[in-house]
């Protein structure tokens, strides 16, 4: 049942969207989702990561379109899949990560595309440009150097910028994506007012934050997704804190029996010996003092929301980057900074959150992305051996039930599903003794899901090291031994995997401390 | 999910389609212009041809590998001038062998690490070292040129076992063993690898750094290499060694089916691409006699064989979706 | 997480820090330290020697900067150069076709438009990258160019056009004034055209460009055609300069371009780049060999030009790399 906002009435609706569906291979991101944006409200928009919030953006935009359902605005349907068709009917956006054109100027950057002309149409109006985007900036309370190119300029004031070119194309709904990610406190104030201020023009927000502070002082209604459902929209005055968490996550119950089935309760009176051991891990910017082990056997799941430093902690202790400050142990022995090949030597192996573009060889076919992890291993005297390589391919398929129905098509043919299990099994052939996963299951269907949760919870049961980066708490919850929350680089919680609830880990993601 | 059909995957039409327009056209010359299928007359006429095939080896693995040596032709100038100062500075030609393989070698090693650890567009770099190794061999040798290398020299690409020269056969162990590498061996996977995608190679452990500097070393081993036959054949080394020749070795590569985006390539394709260049020329030498004839034919042949490629290869993925 | 607001930097860090700054202080540095040796460098006959030369350069390196901006690359314009200029010949010589100027020259500059546009289409539609294109193009064209030449070479080009290119009008020779008109009508689309503007904003970030709606294939289109007619109108204005026309002009004219540009300050990997650090880097390319005379050197100094040529490419690009690292800082997010 669904509880409206207070501006729903024809006249005073802005946006309808009705019964979306839109699935990306295999995996249903918005199913069936229904609401409304009032025109002139602040309407945000609350989820987990992969609720569907990103999907959503991209359908509004016109970077996709769904698969089913219609998005309807000022009466008139929006042109889907037309990035400019949208723009044209009011819909502007700030990412996160900002679409500017970093070496352009601010003039440049807001009306690119769109240039004012003069001359009958060939030459630019410089000046008239150079004084609407003054007056933008003025009315955002912003005095940026035109001239500079927008990447030398601060992040606050290259979003300042995207704003504004929002605002200069009339737009009537703007979407803004997580605005204050990367911002001070200040910086967000500030924001925050210049919110209002579009507010009171008339403009429509959809504001996707985790910030929950920040929903509450700005919102007027507040949507919540999960798991690509829609799941309420309530007036902001109706929510706090708690309940709006618990919308968030949801019921728990399912968790808990799907955990029992498969997990076992780790009894650790024996004090394993770590097969982990990172100390004091810092790089600059990204994350900070991060120190945690990992023992033989022990799945250690680690939270927080995107953008939040864990993948990037997970490349630093694979090698993939390097860090400034700290050290990664594995059995023992101190890994140098920067170094993948060190980190195999030493029985490490990651699974990367890029399945296509890290961790497969697209168009190579299923068997040699297969043994492209160990390839030493299947050499006699510099000579790769086809029988072993085909045996080993051949038995990996087997083991982790690939649906491949000849292991030279190229691996790109497969679904997402068998997509991962060729990536962990490329790693599995390598015979690692830790093993780091980075969203296993994205883009995963049901089934083959069920087979990688029961996969790594086999491997650890025979005495792997796991270290696995989620953003589905239920999955989390499902596996870990222990969980991690990292929070703008730190780890804010450390939680027991039996007793942890959703709410505790969605609460210290958000917050950056255990409730 | 769809299930794709177990057609078989054949990836080596390009190499198949090659060798039909080989066997084409040879047959067509031969019937246009009796007489062209003697071996002496081919033989005779190759004489560049020796020089192009080696580079062309080293040249389709860096292709392979997603990257491009522009610098092939002028590090042979410098090459040849190292070997001629060597040889007038000692007298002795091992050491001006040696000098001559070694500048190649360390030519290549600059392109590699620049490449490599600077992180720099292969084609900015080589383009760079295009002209400085040029202007260094131009530079150092003030146009001299120095020839008079002995004739025992000479013979080392001259002499003919069963009609075909030596250069010939060291080109064929060459091939062989460069393209079971490639075939065969761990790094040889991995350079397929690295040129579909640097970072899943890089992923799954591969040093993406070593094997690029390993590859352009590479290069300008088998350009001193090529160097060395080439001033023997020519019996003078000079600057301007080499003028051009990149353009012909990257022609060869691509004709040959390496798709100049990276990952996909054979040293079977390239060879056959050698051949079909070359024998166009002579064809078009011989039967119109027009010299200018060859260098349009040879420029619109690559221009043309990656067009082609394009639009199949283009064709195909809007069929799968 | 807060991000770093990068510190002001002060107005003399920012512009000492620029391409152009450098290359102007090294033009700078080089013409005292020559006019000490003999000051007759500094001369009014030397001085426009050295800008006549230029001007072929110069006028080519506009429409190259446009086409690398765009992260592509044209290494044909020397076998273009050629090209056009054996047509020229042809179309113009009292010995061949004796057609009027009227004729001959428009036809000409149809000629490189026309090739440029070739080049594009084959880049945009046919998806061939442009250095495989180009570069199959430098040979044909160059074979093109010998076939057409039947061998001989060319003289006899008409007098008027002879003069113009090379005492001028006002004793400013022809080329120098149509460089400095088309820098300024290059200037003008960079700065003042939504032509010019894509097209760095699509160097800068193509995903940006798609996301604003921007289309490649115009874009890349102009800056090929523009390129080739750049180079015929540079050959009209260069070539008859010399007594007669060759085959082997404009042999690495387009390693010279290239090399320019580069130095000046345009990156492959992004929309940077202006045009007066193309321009200085010109001026300073074109310095080198009448430097090198003037130091008297010897005639040994001179084979050294194309060293320095790679050597400074190889310096602009790395320590535009090295620079670049420094600035962008810590990663993303």
Redesign the interface.
Known sequence: MMIHSQATQSDRLLLRIDRINKAYGGVQALQDVSFEVGRGEVHALCGENGAGKSTLIKLLTGVTRPDSGSLVMNQGALPVGNVRGCEAAGIAVLHQESTAFPDLNAIDNIFVGRELRAAGGFLLARDAMRREAAELLEQLGESIDLTVPLGQLPLAQRQMVSMARAMSCQCQLFIMDEPTASLSAQESQKMLMLVNQLKEQGISILYVSHRLEEIFQVADAVTVLRDGQYVATHAVEDLDDRKLIQLMVGRELDELTVRQTISQPKSDETQKPSTLKVDQLSRQGIFQDVSFSIAAGEIVGMAGLVGAGRSEIARAIFGIDSYDEGTVEVNGEILPSGSVARAKHVGMAMVPEDRQHEGLVLPMSVQNNLTLANLRDLQDFGWLSQTRERGQAKRLIADLDIRVTDPRLPVETLSGGNQQKVVIGKWLASMPNLLILDEPTRGVDVAAKAQVHRLIRELADEGMATLMISSELSEILTLSDRILVIHQGRIAAEFEGATATQEQLLHAALVGSAP | ??????VA?FNYWHELVLFGLLIGLLGLAEYLSPGFLSLRGQLYLSRHLWVFAIMALSMTLIIIAGG?DLSVGSAMGLCAVAFGVTFEMTGQLPIAIIACLLTGVLGGLFNGA?IAR????P???T??????????A??I???ESYSQFGDRFSELSRATLLGIPLPGYLFFVLAVLVGLFLW???TG??I??IG??A?????????VNRIRIGLYTFSGFLAGLATVIYVSRFDTAKADAGRGFE?DV??AV?VGGTS??G??GTIVGTVLGLLLIHETRQFVGRYWQ???????V??????VS??IY??LV?QRETRSH | MTRNSKTETSAFARITTRREFGLAVLIALITIFVSFFDPRFLDAINLRDILVRCAPTAIVACGMMLVIVTAEIDISVGSLMALTAAAMGIMLSENEWNLSLWIGLPATLMLGTAVGLLTGLLVTVGKVPSIIVTLGLLTALRGFTTLMMGGKNIDGLPPSLQHAAKQGFWGIPLGVWVAACVLVMTLVIIAWTPLGRRIFAFGSSRYAATMCGLSEKPLKLFVFAYTGFLTALATIVDVPRLPTIESGIGLEFELLVVTCVVVGGVSINGGRGTLLGVLLAVVLMTMIRPVLTYLEIGEEAEKWTKAIQGTLIAIAVIGDSLLRRRRRGGPRS
């Open positions: 999910m769809n299930q794709p059909r177990a995957q491009i620049l600077f992180k720099l567009h084609l900015i770099v383009l760079a070292t295009y002209a400085a190794f040029r202007g260094m131009e530079g040798s003030q146009g065969r061996t761990p996977r991995s397929y690898a579909h995608s970072e899943a190679a890089r992923f799954s452990g591969i040093s353009l990257i022609t691509v100049i985006f990952g996909r027009v010299d200018e004839l060859k260098s349009i040879v420029g619109v042949l690559l221009i990656v067009l394009q639009l283009r």
